[in-house]
């Protein structure tokens, strides 16, 4: 079935260093994505999001990219710190709707 | 202004028990989701409720079942309680500026439910 995914579970980055956190959707129809990062113990906080008419956007030490031709959404990271250290997720709105679909989550530790 | 509030943080139930799950979300909030997370499965869908409505609702048998008060706020219930049903349960509410506009949604702490 159709679903958001990620290429890769743990990333590992030294602190100071950026940090790009993939994610490939598959339904062409998807018109809104959103990146949450969670902590232990905590439920997901939403970081940024973006549109499927922009590209890019950019938050504070955070920027989303999104290339609807390869359907593939990044979450990059700058100057990464200790507390980045969590677990990210991609989600996706399908057509308007109401129902977020996740990836399966990218955990990333940041080394001091 | 306060955030999503879901209670109660932790419950332990045993099989075949019921559990109903609370969930405050943000003033002036009307869509209020529900998710349920595993590390096995992790963060699915349940069902969505819209002004007292359910409008939304995943792939989840129909011993979950919620519903929206007139205040917005939603309770979810897990009937006939089985293992498997161990899980962070998540509330999430979104504001909607206008029909069909997506907005981003935030969530509550969530409930860890066990079943034992």
């Known amino acids: 079935g159709e679903s958001v ?56 030490r955070v920027t989303v990219l999104l290339n609807k031709t390869v359907k593939h959404l990044s979450l990059q990271i700058a100057a ?24 399966g989550g990218t955990r990333l530790m940041v080394k001091p | 202004k306060a955030g999503v509030t879901q209670t109660p943080r932790y419950l332990i139930k045993t099989r075949g028990q019921q559990v109903t799950l609370s969930c405050s979300p943000i003033s002036g909030h009307r869509s209020v989701s529900w998710y349920q997370q595993t590390p096995g499965q992790g963060l699915q869908f349940l069902f969505e409720y819209f002004s007292e409505t359910q409008r939304n609702k995943g792939n989840f048998p129909g011993r979950f079942s919620g519903r929206q008060f007139s205040n917005s706020r939603s309770e979810m219930n897990v009937s006939t309680l089985e293992l498997g049903d161990s899980a962070l349960y998540l509330c999430a509410s979104r504001a909607e500026v206008r029909p069909g506009m997506n907005t981003e949604a935030f969530f509550g702490q969530g409930t860890r439910l066990t079943v034992v």
């Not at chain 1, 890769?8 to 990062?37: H, M, R």
């Open chain 1, 80 to 103: 990464t710190q200790p507390g980045d250290s969590a677990v990210y997720f991609c989600a996706e709105i399908r057509n308007a709707g109401n129902m977020l679909t996740f990836g």
């Open chain 1, 5 to 60: 995914g990620l290429h890769l579970p743990t990333l590992s980055v030294q602190e100071g260093d950026n940090s790009i956190i993939n994610c490939a959707y598959s339904n062409s129809a998807s018109d809104y994505f959103i990146w949450y990062k969670q902590e232990s113990g905590k439920g997901p906080q939403f970081i940024i999001d973006i549109r499927s008419n922009m590209d890019k956007r950019q938050g504070q």
